[in-house]
């Protein structure tokens, strides 16, 4: 079974929305109906832990990670690639960390502008970017219930509702060519999420 190559979607939301295990479990679904799929998983998931949590250094580490799955992404003979955080998702965070004041505003700028530009060589804007959203109570519940180490350190309520106060207004900057869709998770169950959202791409598929 073959689609127009390769269909791109990106997908981004706050933390412990579901986006990983989602992906993971949209791959094998997908390749089970007959459609060659890649994914691209977040580098966030394999910094070194020398590289400490919510500073600049962490932050190009990832993107740079991120940049080099997008480069591979125009060279794919997929049908459908899957992008567990990709340009949008860089764009974010460099805005992000500004707000946060982890950053200085000329090191943003100067991320933002590499990113823009290496889109304008490489077209890097997925074609659709999947914002998988849940609320700041369900968000800490579900990290709480995952706890090992140090996975707690970002999960608090004031970065989360920050994060989504940022997202909400980074949304409403995405182009046209890039189409949007929003699922809020908080109220679903795994089995739930994973319907509507493929529901959603073999319609994108079909159409």
Same mark, same amino acid.
């Given at each position: 079974?073959?689609?127009?190559?390769?269909?791109? /979607?990106?997908? &981004?939301?706050?933390?412990?929305?579901?986006? &990983?295990?989602? !992906?993971?479990?949209? $791959?094998?679904?997908? %390749?089970?109906?007959?459609? %060659?799929?890649?994914?691209?998983? =977040?580098?966030?998931?394999?910094?070194?832990?020398?590289?400490?949590?919510?500073? *600049?250094? +962490?932050?190009? *580490?990832?993107?740079?990670? $991120?940049?080099? #799955?997008?480069? @591979?992404?125009?060279?794919?003979?997929?049908?459908? /690639?899957?992008?567990? +955080?990709?340009?949008?998702?860089?764009?974010? *965070?460099?805005?992000?960390?500004?707000?946060?004041?982890?950053? #200085?505003?000329?090191?943003?700028?100067?991320?933002?502008?590499?990113?823009?530009?290496? @889109?304008? $060589?490489?077209?890097?804007?997925?074609?659709?970017?999947?914002?998988?959203?849940?609320?700041?109570? !369900?968000?800490?519940?579900?990290?709480?219930?995952? $706890?090992?180490?140090?996975?707690?350190?970002?999960?608090?309520? %004031?970065? /989360?509702?920050?994060?989504? =106060?940022?997202?909400?207004?980074?949304?409403?900057?995405?182009?046209? =060519?890039?189409?949007?869709?929003?699922?809020?998770? %908080?109220?679903?169950?795994?089995? =739930?999420?994973?319907? !509507?959202?493929?529901?959603?791409?073999?319609?994108?598929?079909?159409?």
């Amino acid at each position: 079974m073959t689609i127009r190559k390769p269909l791109v /979607i990106e997908f &981004t939301g706050p933390p412990n929305s579901g986006k &990983t295990t989602l !992906v993971n479990f949209l $791959q094998s679904t997908l %390749s089970n109906l007959g459609y %060659s799929v890649e994914t691209k998983q =977040e580098d966030a998931e394999i910094v070194p832990k020398a590289i400490p949590k919510k500073t *600049w250094a +962490r932050n190009m *580490w990832i993107t740079l990670g $991120q940049l080099q #799955s997008l480069i @591979e992404t125009k060279y794919s003979t997929a049908d459908v /690639i899957l992008l567990d +955080r990709g340009y949008y998702d860089a764009l974010f *965070w460099a805005s992000f960390l500004e707000i946060q004041e982890i950053c #200085s505003q000329k090191d943003c700028l100067s991320l933002i502008n590499l990113l823009e530009t290496l @889109e304008h $060589q490489f077209n890097f804007k997925p074609d659709h970017l999947f914002i998988i959203d849940v609320s700041t109570e !369900v968000s800490l519940k579900r990290r709480y219930a995952m $706890q090992s180490g140090d996975s707690v350190v970002l999960s608090t309520d %004031s970065f /989360i509702d920050l994060y989504k =106060e940022h997202l909400k207004d980074f949304c409403k900057k995405v182009p046209d =060519e890039t189409t949007l869709f929003q699922l809020d998770t %908080s109220n679903l169950t795994f089995s =739930e999420m994973h319907k !509507v959202v493929l529901d959603r791409i073999l319609n994108i598929i079909k159409n």
